[in-house]
């Protein structure tokens, strides 16, 4: 198979992209590749290298692309490597977001900017607790305050929030409506009952473990979810 040369700029988007821990953005690849280089190049010459360097991994049979994502560009693994991986980081990340966080966090995303008394409103629980682990797990942040009587804080989410669940932005984030189509569909609920067997959650989900002593008595308790 002819391998078809990479031209300065891909060699730029590879090393980049290949050596950093977060996404980078085709403006900042742009800037770099023009510093070092004295050739100034556009964010869309950057998206045209990404494009014929993904094409030739695909070419290759590599097992990984670069991918759009949280407002940047960063290496990932295609989906058919996906168990192998799954396999070799379960022994060493085992950590899960719980019910009520996942809950939480899925309110600020599709509310944003949304306040605490919104949050606690629309899961009927007290939201103190797991706003509090989603700021220490810097999913969320204090975006403002609102305009509302007491002027209660207002949340939205993070990049982190976006690069951890590979979403390259919020407009990308499923409707509402490819949700429920998807909870409808069979064969998602029979892929989701042998994953949650697999992984031996169907014993009792995190919701029900026993937490360790500072998550035991947090200074505001979240009340028991219904």
């Not at 966090?105 to 989603?134: C, F, M, W």
Request: proline residues 8%; hydrophobic residues 40%; aromatic residues 6%.
């Amino acid at each position: 198979m002819e391998v078809t040369p990479s031209t300065p700029l891909q060699r730029t988007v590879e090393a980049i992209v290949f050596a950093s821990d977060e996404p980078v953005s085709p403006e900042a690849i742009a800037g770099l590749h023009a510093q070092v280089y004295g050739e100034p190049v556009s964010p869309e010459e950057v998206d045209a290298a990404v494009a014929a360097l993904n094409t030739q991994f695909q070419h290759a049979g590599r097992v990984f692309r670069i991918r759009s994502w949280a407002q940047g560009y960063r290496m990932a693994t295609i989906q058919e490597v996906a168990p192998i991986l799954h396999a070799h980081f379960q022994r060493t990340d085992t950590r899960r977001l719980s019910r009520s966080l996942m809950e939480t966090l899925a309110i600020v995303a599709y509310r944003q900017p949304v306040t605490k008394p919104e949050i606690d409103h629309v899961r009927g629980v007290n939201s103190d607790y797991a706003l509090r682990k989603l700021l220490d797990a810097d999913f969320v942040t204090i975006v403002g305050r609102s305009d509302a009587v007491g002027r209660p804080l207002v949340y939205g989410t993070t990049d982190a929030f976006l690069e951890r669940f590979g979403i390259h932005a919020l407009d990308d984030l499923p409707k509402p409506r490819e949700i429920e189509e998807l909870l409808d569909d069979p064969a998602f609920n029979s892929e989701r009952a042998a994953l949650l067997s697999a992984d031996g959650l169907l014993a009792g989900d995190a919701e029900n473990r026993t937490p360790p002593a500072d998550e035991a008595t947090p200074i505001d308790p979240e009340p028991a979810d219904a």
